[in-house]
């Protein structure tokens, strides 16, 4: 992860100086300036992420140019066989998208089901055993 957090950095300080050159040569127009912004911060948590996986982490078999393939096999994470909730988002998501268009009342109902879908997910499996 040291890499990627090293390659976000770089790209976060390309938009920083673009920004920064941007809000200088065109007169501080608000909008590309902004844009140029959000995108710096966009690339520094990413950054943040990554260097925050290395140090909790360390290093992966993938950062060392001689590691073998079956250094990084086995299992990755556990996954649901049979769930419900991601249906139940999509539908909460398409109910608020609607609200958008056809008023707030139907965008309520919408976010009440995305919540719910998405509360779904994350408590799904709180009581297995890691």
Request: hydrophobic residues 50%.
């Amino acid at each position: 992860m040291k890499i990627e957090a090293f390659l976000f950095g770089g790209v976060a300080l390309f938009f920083a100086g673009t920004a920064f050159g941007y809000a200088w040569w065109s007169d501080r127009e608000p909008a590309g300036t902004a844009a140029l912004v959000v995108a710096f911060i966009m690339a520094s948590l990413i950054c943040f992420f990554f260097f925050m996986q290395y140090r909790r982490r360390g290093s992966r078999p993938e950062d060392h140019k001689d590691a073998e393939v079956h250094q990084r096999s086995g299992p990755l994470d556990f996954f649901s066989p049979h769930s419900s909730y991601p249906l139940l988002t999509a539908v909460g998501f398409t109910i608020s998208a609607l609200g958008v268009i056809y008023g707030v009342w139907l965008f309520l109902i919408g976010i009440g089901v995305l919540a719910a879908g998405v509360f779904g997910f994350v408590f799904q499996y709180e009581a297995r055993d890691r």
